[in-house]
């Protein structure tokens, strides 16, 4: 049973996108590993830019910056 966790800036991704994001993550497993669909798990985590930091500051602060 896959289980696969994507992290993602809370930045307002829609339902849609999200829905297209767990349907092509599960057939890339049947594609690629040949895993049955029925028992991929794929779980979407979305974190506020405040809590997640590249290069030494947050990503709200490198949004700001124009980076």
Do not use: C, F, H
């Amino acid at each position: 049973m896959p289980y696969v966790n994507i992290k993602i800036t809370k930045e307002g991704a829609t339902s849609e996108q999200k829905a297209a994001l767990i349907q092509g993550v599960t057939q890339l497993l049947v594609d690629v590993l040949n895993k049955n669909p029925a028992t991929t798990v794929v779980v979407i985590d979305e974190v506020d830019t405040d809590n997640w930091g590249v290069g030494g500051e947050s990503i709200t602060v490198r949004r700001k910056a124009g980076k």
